[in-house]
Structure formats: C-alpha cells, structure tokens
C-alpha cells in the first residue's frame, strides 16, 4: 500500500504562481516495494469531471492538457519518492481541487487532494 500526499495549493490572483508537491511512502513489505512510478496530476473543478493535467513517467517523457502546456511544469524525483507541479500564469479557470497520482504496473494510488483557487 502506498500513501500520497499532497500539499502547496492555495489561494492566488489571476496570473500568479504555485508549485503543488506529491510525496507518497511505500510499505516495505508491499506486493509493489520498490516499484518505479509514473506521477500524474489531475485537477477536479466544483460541479466538473476529474481531468488529466500532466504525466512524468519513469523515463522522464512528459505530457500535458493542451489548457496547461506552457504554463505547468512536472518533476518527479523516483528515488525520493516525491514529485512536484510548478503552475505559472494561473488563470481563473485552473481553480479546482488537484490530485496526484501514482501508478506503477497497474497498482494505482492517489492522494487525498489539494485546493488551488485562482481569483481575478
């Protein structure tokens, strides 16, 4: 079993910045001890669907929401079992809670959330 944290969200104006962080811990003796993550982000928005953000896998290859290409970056440190999401140029519309998640050869985690809200 693996547990996700996240942290860093809060409350900003239109065009400011955040950086979101993710650690999650694993149990030593898990069926999936030792496994290498990819990390995603997903974003929820009051009343809306949980929507893909970005992706870091384990070769470093990235990926984005075309709505955040430009403005977010991802990292993920494997061997420190933490990761992160710079956001840049918030706009209005990136207000939501956001998720990380984890996977790693269909064991699948994720966090509890964190708020990000944007006003103008």
């Known amino acids: 079993q693996v547990k996700v944290v996240e942290s860093g969200g809060g409350s900003v104006q239109d065009g400011g910045s955040l950086r979101l962080s993710c650690a999650y811990t694993?149990?030593?003796?898990?069926?999936?001890?030792?496994?290498?993550?990819?990390m995603s982000w997903y974003r929820q928005a009051p009343g809306g669907n949980r929507e893909f953000v970005s992706i870091?896998?384990?070769?470093?290859?990235?990926n984005y929401a075309d709505s955040v290409k430009g403005r977010f970056t991802i990292s993920h440190d494997n061997a420190r079992n933490r990761g992160s999401l710079s956001m840049n140029n918030l706009k209005t519309d990136d207000t939501a809670m956001y998720y990380c998640y984890v996977d790693c050869r269909g064991f699948t985690y994720w966090g509890q959330g964190t708020q990000v809200t944007v006003s103008s």
């Open positions: 870091i896998e384990t070769n470093g290859r990235t």
């Open positions: 694993e149990a030593p003796d898990s069926e999936d001890a030792g496994c290498q993550y990819d």
